[in-house]
Structures are given as C-alpha cells and as structure tokens.
C-alpha cells in the first residue's frame, strides 16, 4: 500500500506571539458599542457621530490607538456603517468589530 502526499496551496498568515497579544491588550483602545435598539454609546454614554469622530481624533493625537466596534447582532447595517465611517473620520487606521449579543 502507498500513499500520495498532495501539497494544497493556501494563504499564508502570520500570527502574533503571544507576546504582541499582552501587549495589544495593554494598549489604550476606543471602544464604541451599537445596541439593538441602535444606539450608539461611547465610554457608558449615549454618542452621535459628530462624537465619535471627536473622541477617535483625540485619541489618535499622540498615537495610533485601536478602535474597536461592537455592534449588537439585531443592530443595523446601516448604523454599523455610519458608526465606522465616523470612525475612519477621526483617523482611525485600526478598526476591528465584533458582534455581542
């Protein structure tokens, strides 16, 4: 009995060591929540766009800081969408997204 090996071409991605883990959860990070009802909170408050467009340029003023958005799973596309471009506004290079529920 033989057997043949079949080399499958795939993406290659680089993981970060867990040493780049600690330090990205260390880091500061703007964290903007989307609720099913659809709205928009930033650090516990209720927010508007013009907002989150503030808060992202002031915390990108000294550095690069991560954005994170983390919208409800019955919360608008829509919503989402807007959240994200007033994030990219206020010069956000790193924005990442989950869904909570």
Same mark, same amino acid.
């Given at each position: 009995?033989?057997?043949?090996?079949?080399?499958?071409?795939?993406?290659?991605?680089?993981?970060?060591?867990?040493? =780049? =883990?600690?330090?990205?959860?260390?880091?500061?990070? *703007? =964290?903007?929540?989307?609720?099913?009802?659809?709205?928009?909170?930033?650090?516990?408050?209720?927010?508007?766009?013009?907002?989150?467009?503030?808060? *992202?340029?002031?915390?990108? =003023? #000294?550095?690069?800081?991560?954005? *994170?958005?983390?919208?409800?799973?019955?919360?608008?596309?829509?919503?989402? *969408? $807007?959240?994200?471009?007033?994030?990219?506004?206020?010069?956000?290079?790193?924005? $990442?997204? $989950? #869904?909570?529920?």
């Amino acid at each position: 009995m033989t057997t043949v090996f079949v080399e499958e071409n795939g993406l290659q991605v680089e993981k970060p060591d867990s040493a =780049a =883990a600690a330090t990205q959860e260390d880091s500061e990070s *703007v =964290a903007i929540d989307i609720t099913a009802e659809n709205k928009v909170m930033l650090a516990g408050e209720e927010a508007d766009l013009r907002e989150i467009t503030a808060a *992202v340029k002031a915390a990108q =003023a #000294t550095e690069e800081v991560p954005v *994170v958005i983390r919208a409800h799973a019955k919360s608008s596309h829509q919503t989402f *969408v $807007s959240v994200w471009d007033a994030a990219k506004r206020g010069g956000s290079a790193k924005l $990442s997204f $989950s #869904t909570i529920n």
